[in-house]
């Protein structure tokens, strides 16, 4: 099981450490992908960088990492659901085009996880999220 958490941050309130869980840090880890630098090169490692998107509000990788077909129409427009905190990630398991995952957040101070087992597939080369299995 993989862990991830947490908010070290930068003099310029960047995160230091990833939000993954990651033993590297944001800008060589999840900030590469959040910035394009490079594409995710496996499921795990999309959905890793999904939640740090969700962490840290980058919109844009959420949508560019969303297939078109089960992408939410106003995902950019809409934003990101503002009053919950994500405190943590656990991959419990995972294939090659799926990752089973906790991801832990409160929401006025209240714990709660979101379990999912996501789907995912390459297009043109690049891994996207799908959906939810279960």
């Given at each position: 099981m993989e862990t991830g958490g947490g908010d070290v941050t930068g003099p310029l309130g960047r995160p230091t450490a990833c939000p993954c869980g990651s033993t590297a840090s944001y800008d060589s880890c999840c900030g590469a992908l959040h910035r394009g630098a490079r594409q995710a090169g496996t499921a795990v490692?999309?959905?890793?960088?999904?939640?740090?998107?969700?962490?840290l509000g980058e919109v844009d990788h959420l949508f560019r990492t969303w297939h078109p077909r089960t992408r939410p129409a106003g995902l950019v427009e809409d934003g990101l659901d503002t009053g919950r905190t994500w405190t943590g990630l656990e991959v419990l398991?995972?294939?090659?085009?799926?990752?089973?995952?906790?991801?832990?957040?409160?929401?006025?101070?209240?714990?709660g996880v979101q379990h999912e087992r996501s789907r995912f597939e390459q297009r043109a080369g690049r891994w996207v999220y799908v959906d939810a299995l279960d």
């Open positions: 490692e999309l959905m890793r960088s999904r939640y740090s998107a969700f962490v398991d995972h294939g090659e085009d799926w990752v089973e995952f906790d991801a832990h957040y409160t929401v006025d101070g209240v714990a």
